[in-house]
C-alpha cells in the first residue's frame, strides 16, 4: 500500500518563508508525477505546483516567484519552498502522486493527509 507523508507545515508570519516535504513509501515502480494542492476553509482544493518525472514543473499564477518545486527521486521525495509568504496563503496543504505499483500494469493517484501552514502576524 502507498503512503504520502507530508511534514513541514506550521506557523509563519507574513514575509517568512517554509519548506514542505512529501515523502512516499510502499511497491513502488515509478513515480511520474508529484504535486502540491491546497485548500482553505469552506473553499476549493486548489494546484500550488506539480513536478514530473523528467523534471518540468507547473505553477498557480499565484505561487509564480515565490514558491519553488523540487523533488529527489532517490528518496521518492518532493519538496514545496515557500518564500514571500502572505495570509491568503493559509490553507491545508495536500501532495499528491500519480505513481506505478510493482503489482499493477497503470499508474494511480494518491494524496496525503494534509500539513496546516498559517500565515499571520
Known amino acids: 500500500q502507498v503512503q504520502l507523508v507530508e511534514s513541514g507545515g506550521g506557523l509563519v508570519q507574513p514575509g517568512g518563508s517554509l519548506r514542505l516535504s512529501c515523502a512516499a513509501s510502499?511497491?513502488?515502480?515509478?513515480?511520474?508525477?508529484m504535486g502540491w494542492y491546497r485548500q482553505a476553509p469552506g473553499e476549493q482544493r486548489e494546484l500550488v505546483a506539480a513536478i514530473w518525472s523528467g523534471g518540468s514543473t507547473n505553477y498557480a499564477d499565484s505561487a509564480k516567484g515565490r514558491f519553488t518545486i523540487s523533488r529527489d527521486n532517490a528518496k521518492n521525495t518532493t519538496y514545496l519552498q515557500m518564500n514571500s509568504l502572505k495570509p491568503e496563503d493559509t490553507a491545508v496543504y495536500y501532495c499528491n502522486a500519480d505513481i506505478r505499483l510493482h503489482i499493477a500494469t497503470r499508474t494511480y493517484n494518491y494524496w496525503g493527509q494534509g500539513t496546516q501552514v498559517t500565515v499571520s502576524s
Open positions: 510502499g511497491s513502488i515502480s515509478a513515480i511520474y508525477a
